[in-house]
């Protein structure tokens, strides 16, 4: 049975890659896995089918030969653990590789989504703009702590692993509000995430969907 993932049918992102499903896209491209994808509208999120596959009603999901999964890092590992290219052979270095994993979307995703959710759905609180140079600045933190950790390496630890993708995938939301750039190093690691043949595969795949649905509509 072929594997078959979920994304949105009008991306809310306007196509520039940071849906979670871009992350599940980029990882089956990393390890050569064909896949189907299944479009769904934000009112199929909420119906009792989708709901069974996710019960928090997000995208996306995952399914093959009877097993479905849901949330972007389980999915991601999911893939990791079964098909060579994600993860080091190596024990210590694959443990590793999954920390990092963790410490994305643990650590250095949680204020990203919390700037985001400031600035494009709560904007017009009267909090808003006191809000949003506080969680900057706390992202900065992180960003700080980061950009020592990976210093002038090309990856977090050695090779290229699930780890990178996961945090690149993470990084990558800062594009548009600049904060990355504050940060040359880790500027040019996502860069480098980016020219990566599978996520280029992953990102025009995403890109598609939205230029035919605008098209259509």
């Given at each position: 049975m072929s594997i078959t993932i979920t994304a949105f049918e009008h991306s809310p992102d306007g196509g520039r890659g940071l849906t979670r499903d871009t992350r599940v896209r980029w990882a089956l491209e990393e390890v050569g896995q064909p896949y189907e994808v299944r479009l769904l509208s934000f009112d199929t999120l909420k119906e009792?089918?989708?709901?069974?596959l996710n019960p928090f009603g997000q995208i996306p999901t995952y399914e093959e030969d009877g097993l479905a999964l849901f949330e972007s890092?389980?999915?991601?590992?999911?893939?990791?653990?079964?098909?060579?290219?994600?993860?080091?052979?190596?024990?210590?270095?694959?443990?590793?590789?999954?920390?990092w994993m963790f410490a994305a979307l643990s650590t250095v995703e949680p204020p990203i989504i919390e700037f985001a959710n400031a600035r494009l759905l709560e904007s017009d609180k009267p909090w808003c703009k006191e809000r949003v140079p506080l969680v900057a600045?706390?992202?900065?933190?992180?960003?700080?702590?980061?950009?020592r950790r990976l210093g002038d390496a090309d990856w977090l630890d050695g090779a290229f692993s699930a780890g990178d993708l996961m945090m690149a995938s993470v990084l990558l939301r800062l594009k548009p509000s600049g904060l990355i750039n504050e940060f040359p190093n880790?500027?040019?690691?996502?860069?480098?995430?980016?020219?990566?043949?599978?996520?280029?595969?992953?990102?025009?795949?995403?890109?598609?969907?939205?230029?035919?649905?605008?098209?259509?509509?």
């Amino acid at each position: 049975m072929s594997i078959t993932i979920t994304a949105f049918e009008h991306s809310p992102d306007g196509g520039r890659g940071l849906t979670r499903d871009t992350r599940v896209r980029w990882a089956l491209e990393e390890v050569g896995q064909p896949y189907e994808v299944r479009l769904l509208s934000f009112d199929t999120l909420k119906e009792p089918a989708h709901l069974a596959l996710n019960p928090f009603g997000q995208i996306p999901t995952y399914e093959e030969d009877g097993l479905a999964l849901f949330e972007s890092g389980s999915i991601v590992f999911h893939i990791a653990e079964r098909h060579a290219g994600l993860l080091p052979d190596d024990a210590g270095a694959r443990a590793r590789a999954i920390t990092w994993m963790f410490a994305a979307l643990s650590t250095v995703e949680p204020p990203i989504i919390e700037f985001a959710n400031a600035r494009l759905l709560e904007s017009d609180k009267p909090w808003c703009k006191e809000r949003v140079p506080l969680v900057a600045d706390r992202i900065r933190c992180r960003l700080e702590q980061l950009t020592r950790r990976l210093g002038d390496a090309d990856w977090l630890d050695g090779a290229f692993s699930a780890g990178d993708l996961m945090m690149a995938s993470v990084l990558l939301r800062l594009k548009p509000s600049g904060l990355i750039n504050e940060f040359p190093n880790l500027a040019a690691y996502v860069a480098r995430a980016e020219a990566r043949p599978a996520y280029q595969r992953a990102f025009d795949a995403q890109l598609a969907v939205f230029n035919s649905r605008r098209q259509a509509g």
